[in-house]
């Protein structure tokens, strides 16, 4: 449930809703009735969640080539090329690890 306070209200009360935030709860500040902001808890991120993207991202970059082509070739052929053109280097076929082709 969102509680609204006013501005004036928030300014006064800052220390009590941010006591009320770290509780979980979400505060939205309104000025003239308009919603202006929202006290909402930071979420920390599930560390076992991240180190699983990172290895399936490992796991993906094994199966890519390319195709001959240095990284520093590609890198150089994208700052030399018109802004907003597509590079004309060959595209390969690429089979990700799950048999898929991308």
Do not use: Y
């Not at 509780?23 to 930071?42: D, N, W």
Request: hydrophobic share 40%.
């Amino acid at each position: 449930m969102i509680t609204t306070v006013r501005a004036f209200e928030a300014k006064t009360h800052l220390s009590s809703l941010l006591e009320r935030v770290a509780q979980g709860e979400e505060i939205m500040i309104t000025r003239h009735g308009k919603p202006l902001a929202r006290l909402i808890p930071v979420v920390t991120a599930d560390n076992s969640r991240v180190d699983l993207a990172i290895s399936k991202l490992k796991a993906l970059r094994k199966g890519c080539t390319l195709d001959g082509l240095s990284w520093q070739t590609l890198r150089s052929a994208r700052h030399s090329a018109p802004h907003g053109r597509f590079l004309d280097l060959p595209v390969t076929k690429i089979d990700s690890p799950r048999g898929e082709s991308i």
